[in-house]
């Protein structure tokens, strides 16, 4: 089993609209999780860090629940230029972090 | 300004040679990293050091040896290139080691074996 796993995608969403997604990890001990972003043929860039209780950051909201092993990411509002990747990413140790494959979004006009 | 970059940003060659990516930061960092990232855009980390000392060393063929002259380098070598190498490298680094930290990639290293 995959230590993170995404939706695939894509995700084709019209501008304004509410688009939502879910990793799920393996590793029960992970301790810290974030949403990185990637867009195409250019390297991954820190979206937001996932906090136990939730937390938002604008139009991008995070969840985490530890029970079930995932985390969530709610975009609003969407907007064109929020297509791109998102990357799930969870550290089962102090070492290193554990990417999901990503899930893609498009925004259409 | 560059926080972290990396050279060649392409890289073309033939099955069976040796090549070298090179990778430099200026934020500071203690840790440097080196994923790679295969045509399916997993991305999977192959090594990690901290102060110059190796501390995360995935299963990576013994062909790829990374290599830290100080802490703002980190260089990888590859010997007897495959086809299978073929993928994008990216670079990273982050403050220091520990589950909150933030990394921040190069623009990556496209790598094509022939």
């Known amino acids: 089993r995959k230590e993170v796993e995404q939706d695939p995608g894509p995700f084709n969403v019209p501008e304004g609209a509410t688009v939502a997604f879910n990793c799920t990890y393996s590793?029960?001990?992970?301790?810290?999780f974030f949403w990185y972003r990637q867009d195409c043929r250019k390297e991954p860039k820190l979206l937001m860090s996932?906090?136990?209780s939730g937390n938002e950051d604008g139009r991008f909201t995070a969840q985490l629940n530890r029970a079930s092993q995932y985390i969530s990411l709610l975009i609003r509002d969407s907007k064109l230029s929020d297509s791109a990747t998102y990357l799930c990413?969870?550290?089962?140790?102090?070492?290193?972090?554990?990417f999901g494959a990503g899930t893609t979004v498009t925004v259409r006009a | 300004d560059t926080a972290v970059s990396q050279t060649p940003k392409y890289l073309v060659t033939q099955m069976g040679n040796d090549k070298s990516i090179k990778c430099e930061q200026n934020?500071?960092?203690?840790?440097m990293y080196w994923y790679k990232q295969d045509s399916k855009k997993f991305l999977k980390i192959m090594f990690s050091?901290?102060?110059?000392?190796?501390?995360i060393n995935e299963t990576v063929p013994n062909r790829f040896s990374p290599k830290s002259p100080d802490k703002a380098h980190l260089n990888l070598h590859i010997n007897s290139l495959e086809l299978g190498d073929s993928a994008v490298y990216f670079c990273?680094?982050?403050?220091?080691?520990?589950?909150?930290?933030?990394?921040?990639f190069g623009p990556g290293t496209r790598l094509t074996v022939l």
């Open positions: 990273a680094s982050s403050q220091d080691v520990g589950r909150g930290n933030e990394q921040f």
């Open positions: 590793n029960s001990a992970s301790q810290s």
């Open positions: 996932v906090y136990s």
């Open positions: 990413v969870v550290t089962p140790n102090d070492y290193k972090l554990s």
């Open positions: 934020l500071g960092h203690d840790t």
């Open positions: 050091y901290n102060n110059k000392e190796l501390i």
